[in-house]
């Protein structure tokens, strides 16, 4: 067990990062905080800010001499810095999670291999593989770089073959997925937390509206039948304990006329 007193490391110094880091200092723990950007809201706060790159050998010796445990505020942070750091210092979540979260090729790939419901997609690394995810997915798709995404950046729709080729172009050839646009009756998110010891605690699932992309409401709980919210919060719980997942993670989920996904 890790008493408040001891020192708590969290790469990522945004608002999540913040919020961690507030919560942390008000049970007694002391948070260092490893981010580059010399302004990051949790760096403000912390008992100590290391402003320098994830992969930067130094802060990444201090952070794992001086830490009980590390964590990450988000998804974004480099899979194998936390891989190098777990082999010193528990790490949660793990590195493995965490390399499948930040990769649309990889997460889908999983979710379909171990039997989760997921869009229809293909994955798109060339030209080649471009119009041949076009002719398996059909319009309308959406075209998501494989990294980095979020709010709806590194999304296009397209819905012919010209929209697919400009927007593979505007990604400047990076991975990318293809994906079936659907028709949304509603979406649902499931935030949970589980423990070392594969203990689950699940929030009601949430009920999101999007616009362009970006959340715009949140609506708790969701007003969909018990059954979907029942389905949504097992689906969530058997995903993190598939993943062996420790910390808290929000799992989302689309619903549609034919299928979930
Ligand atoms: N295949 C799809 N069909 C219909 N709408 C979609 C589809 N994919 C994405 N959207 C809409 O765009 C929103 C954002 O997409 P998505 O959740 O894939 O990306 P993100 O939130 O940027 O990244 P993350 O993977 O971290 O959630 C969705 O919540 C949904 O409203
Ligand atoms: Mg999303």
């Given at each position: 067990m890790i008493l408040p007193g001891a020192v708590l490391g969290v790469l990522g110094g945004g608002q999540l990062g913040r919020m961690f880091t507030v919560r942390a200092r008000e049970m007694g723990y002391r948070v260092i905080v490893l981010d580059p950007?010399?302004?990051s809201p949790a760096g403000a706060i912390a008992d100590h800010h290391i402003a320098a790159q994830y992969d930067d050998a130094i802060a990444l010796e201090e952070m794992a001499t001086k830490c009980a445990a590390i964590t990450t505020e988000?998804?974004?942070?480099?899979a194998d810095v936390l891989a190098r750091l777990a082999e010193r210092v528990p790490v949660r979540p793990g590195p493995e999670a965490v390399a499948i979260a930040q990769d649309r090729i990889a997460e889908k790939t999983y979710l379909l291999r171990e039997g989760f419901p997921t869009t229809p997609f293909q994955v798109v690394r060339s030209p080649d593989e471009l119009a041949r995810a076009w002719d398996a997915v059909g319009s309308p798709a959406l075209l998501k770089t494989a990294?980095?995404?979020?709010?709806?950046?590194g999304q296009a729709p397209v819905t012919d073959r010209e929209s697919l080729t400009d927007a593979f172009a505007q990604f400047r050839g990076a991975s990318c997925v293809l994906e079936r646009r659907l028709d949304l009756e509603a979406e649902l998110s499931v935030v949970l937390a589980r423990g070392v010891d594969g203990e689950l605690a699940c929030f009601p699932p949430i009920e999101n509206v999007h616009v362009d992309g970006i959340l715009y409401t949140s609506t708790?709980?969701?007003?969909?039948?018990t059954a979907l919210t029942d389905q949504a919060r097992d689906l969530a719980m058997s995903l993190a304990a598939r993943l062996e997942y420790v910390g808290v993670m929000a799992v989302e989920k689309f619903l549609n006329n034919s299928f979930a996904a």
């Open positions: 950007d010399h302004g988000f998804e974004n942070v480099p990294r980095l995404g979020y709010d709806g950046k708790v709980p969701a007003r969909v039948t």
